[in-house]
Nanobody, 125 residues
């Protein structure tokens, strides 16, 4: 399964970006796609998840109200719309796919089976 992220860029604080995760080889209806990020010197953390089984979404507390995850079934792409970006959002963002998601562990990296290479998001003036 190949996952390909795109959309990372340099943006000013308060700006917006939309990340895309193309997953052409991952079509399991019971699976999930998640977004994670890792800043220099920090552990990887779960940002958001879309559960394809029932359409449930999950968010890291610090991004609630600013980030929105969505799924385009026809294109097999998951998007992460990021608004009101802050310098603390600076990180490499990864998308990941889980064959079967346990909702209470939706933002736990170990739950995911496949990973993309990452895309850099830098929020700076």
């Amino acid at each position: 399964v190949q996952l390909v992220e795109s959309g990372g860029d340099l943006v000013q604080p308060g700006g917006s970006l939309r990340l895309s995760c193309a997953a052409p080889g991952f079509t399991l209806n019971d699976g999930a796609i998640g977004w994670f990020r890792q800043a220099p010197g920090k552990e990887r953390e779960g940002v958001s998840c879309f559960d394809r089984k029932d359409g449930s979404t999950y968010y890291l507390d610090s991004v609630k109200g600013r980030f929105t995850i969505s799924n385009d079934n026809a294109k097999n792409i998951v998007y992460l719309q990021m608004n009101s970006l802050k310098p603390d959002d600076t990180a490499v963002y990864y998308c990941a796919a889980a064959r079967l998601l346990h909702p209470i562990r939706a933002l736990i990296a170990k739950e995911y089976d496949y990973w993309g290479q990452g895309t850099q998001v830098t929020v700076s003036s």
